[in-house]
Every structure is written in structure tokens, then in C-alpha cells.
């Protein structure tokens, strides 16, 4: 990585960067680069896309609709309801 790049992103960072701490994370970023491309030497034609690394199954239950709903429940103890509407007196 040039130096100039590291005092870029140090500006944008708003840090203050000197000579030898440039020199020290120069060195430090060239060895992870190239740490990182021997990645690309790894064969993985083999493998198949994941897109997920931890396989998960779904672990609720089975979504089975009820048959009679919450609301029908609702409606039954309301003291009084007109069709599926409760009655409620007015508040004006």
C-alpha cells in the first residue's frame, strides 16, 4: 500500500498520522495483503455456495390455522355486537 493512500484514509479518519507510524502500518497492510492472496491460490470449484457457514432448521412449530379464530372468541363475550361488529356506546 503507498504511504500516500495511508495518509488519505488517515485524513478521512480525522487521525493524525506521522512518518513512522505510516512506515509501521505500511509494512503491517502490505503483510496482510499478502497474507490474503493466498486465498486466491485455494481451489474451490468443488465446493458449493453456502449462504450461511451454521446450518439452522426452523425450530417453531407448524403454523396450522386454528379453526375458529381469536376474534370469533371476541365477538361471542362481547355483551353486544351487531354481525361481526361490537357495540360500543358513543363517546361524544
Not at 500500500?1 to 509501521?24: G, I, Q
Not at 495483503?33 to 458449493?48: C, G, H, R
Request: net charge negative.
Amino acid at each position: 500500500m503507498l504511504k500516500e493512500e495511508l495518509f488519505a484514509t488517515a485524513s478521512l479518519a480525522r487521525l493524525n498520522l506521522d512518518e513512522e507510524e505510516a512506515e509501521k502500518l505500511n509494512h503491517t497492510i502490505t503483510q496482510m495483503i499478502e497474507y490474503l492472496s493466498l486465498m486466491d491460490n485455494i481451489d474451490v470449484d468443488a465446493l458449493s455456495a453456502t449462504s450461511h457457514v451454521v446450518v439452522q432448521e426452523n425450530r417453531v412449530r407448524e403454523d396450522i390455522p386454528a379453526e375458529i379464530s381469536i376474534a370469533d372468541k371476541l365477538i361471542e363475550n362481547a355483551p353486544e355486537k351487531d354481525g361481526r361488529f361490537i357495540v360500543v356506546p358513543n363517546v361524544l
